[in-house]
């Protein structure tokens, strides 16, 4: 769409509806946002998602190759480099050490005792999910507990005791109180990570697929911590509700390691002020998806299939890393103010890897960071609720100031921002931006279709995106991210919704501190 054509289209459609004309952007910004082609956008997302990148496992060669794309685009577009390469040069590349760690199935029964009552447990329905060394654990007390609450830990001595808790199924808990429990649950992992406990044992009633495989950070492997395992036995989950003593014996498998490097893909745009060209304003979505069907267990419950086998990821999240590199094609005309990063993560589909990696090791300080809009699902339109047109919603819509940048800005390019209330406080959590916000960056994803069908399943093609929605969706983020480097007071917190208080705090603290 040309300069001309996009300004005419928004004064005619604004002024059809009886409402004020939007002000008339900067024609230099309006030729920058015309830019922001379909085409463009639809030739690079056929290639990222198309099957000769085998869904872009975190760690393979089609991640790999993904990588090598991007830092093309940013290299084509002039971005300084935002890493560096294998030798130390400059590059486009955030290299992360990171252990790919497997754990074998194990090859004996777990077996508790209830009072010399023994219950045995086949390996088959045993899923050991953590693990930094083998373990023989022998007739080891247990201490039950029938929900993660870490308050419940207080004054308890966990050393050489299993810890025996429910798995939570978050399809029984309402909408509102899964984020909660997901916070909760997490402290009380956190909690007994760092206890001397000889093992986590996770009860469900039923059996389904969990991951038997993680990613680490080879900074973290000189933390040991105790093992994690989940069994299905309606037998074992009963004995939660019972006062009778319990021991458990299990052997724990050996987990196998294979050293391998990623990268975080980042270009950035300098900003032109004296004053505020150190601090940054962050575009961001993870490059990575679930792979194959080889790779994808637990990670999905989308059917199977004979016949394609591949997890090509067009919409989660190949339409954010797409649009990152047009909206960065397209800024990088421009001169703004603040500087702007535009990166691309790896490994959110196995914990927001990328993202926290990040969050350790920034570019710019993180009290240099005054914002991140993370793109995330940008390309479907066939939303689960109905289709979603000219429209887009963001996570954690009243925490921060953010959102009435994102809002302004829609409103000249002709994008209605909203509230999703079923899902921006629960989906806040659930992307890459929640690492980001945990170190105090006003943090947000910014979304078409929060649900939509093939997610996570092998239907999600690059055939099925919208692209001419996505362009003008992109038109908005584009315009938000300039109008934000571009102001002299940064994004806040909103200070009146409780829920920010440990986002504000953490913001606090490193602004205190200036830590990166």
């Not at 490994?347 to 993202?355: A, F, I, K, T, Y």
Request: hydrophobic share 40%; aromatic share 6%.
């Amino acid at each position: 769409m040309r300069p001309k054509s996009l300004l005419t289209g928004l004064l005619a459609s604004a002024l059809s509806l009886g409402a004020a004309p939007p002000t008339p952007l900067d024609p230099a910004i309006a030729r920058s946002l015309s830019a922001i082609r379909p085409s463009e956008l639809k030739g690079d997302l056929s290639f990222l998602a198309s099957d000769l990148l085998q869904g872009r496992y975190t760690p393979s060669p089609g991640l790999d190759i993904a990588a090598e794309f991007i830092a093309s685009k940013f290299r084509a577009f002039g971005l300084k480099p935002g890493g560096q390469d294998s030798k130390g040069d400059k590059d486009y590349f955030q290299l992360a050490d990171m252990v790919d760690r497997k754990i074998p199935q194990a090859t004996a029964p777990l077996t508790a005792k209830l009072a010399d009552k023994p219950i045995e447990i086949p390996p088959t329905q045993i899923w050991v999910t953590k693990s930094s060394a083998a373990a023989n654990i022998a007739d080891a007390p247990v201490l039950k507990f029938t929900e993660r609450d870490p308050e419940k830990l207080n004054g308890l001595d966990l050393a050489g005791k299993v810890i025996l808790v429910p798995a939570i199924d978050y399809s029984g808990i309402p909408e509102d109180q899964r984020r909660p429990t997901a916070l909760k649950s997490r402290a009380f992992d956190k909690a007994i990570a760092q206890s001397q406990a000889l093992l986590e044992l996770l009860v469900s009633k039923t059996p389904r697929p969990y991951p038997t495989t993680s990613f680490l950070f080879a900074e973290d492997l000189a933390k040991p911590a105790p093992p994690v395992a989940i069994v299905a036995s309606p037998e074992l989950a009963e004995t939660l509700t019972t006062p009778a003593p319990l021991t458990i014996s299990f052997d724990v498998p050996a987990p196998i390691d294979q050293p391998v490097t990623v990268k975080n893909v980042i270009g950035i745009l300098p900003g032109s002020d004296p004053k505020l060209k150190s601090t940054c304003i962050l575009v961001t979505a993870h490059y990575d998806h679930i792979g194959t069907t080889e790779t994808a267990a637990g990670l999905t419950e989308g059917p199977s299939s004979d016949t394609d086998h591949i997890y090509n990821g067009a919409n989660d999240d190949g339409s954010g890393t797409v649009s990152v590199i047009e909206i960065a094609r397209a800024l990088s005309t421009l001169h703004p103010k603040r500087s702007i990063v535009f990166m691309t993560f790896f490994g959110e589909e196995r914990g927001l890897l990328g993202s926290t990696y990040y969050g350790r090791h920034p570019v710019f300080p993180i009290a240099k960071t005054v914002a991140d809009i993370n793109l995330e699902q940008v390309g479907r339109t066939d939303s689960s609720e109905g289709p979603e047109i000219a429209n887009a919603s963001i996570t954690g819509y009243d925490y921060s100031d953010v959102t009435r940048y994102l809002e302004a800005a829609g409103k000249q390019t002709g994008i209605t921002i909203y509230k999703d209330d079923s899902a921006s406080d629960q989906y806040f959590v659930r992307s890459d931006n929640a690492a980001l916000a945990e170190q105090g960056v006003p943090a947000h994803t910014l979304t078409t279709a929060f649900e939509y069908p093939d997610y996570h399943g092998l239907g999600d093609e690059w055939q099925k995106v919208d692209y001419d929605n996505m362009a003008k969706v992109d038109r908005t983020v584009a315009l938000a991210v300039l109008n934000i480097a571009n102001a002299e007071k940064a994004p806040a917190w909103n200070a009146a919704n409780p829920k920010t208080e440990p986002f504000r705090a953490a913001q606090t603290d490193a602004q205190r501190n200036n830590h990166p």
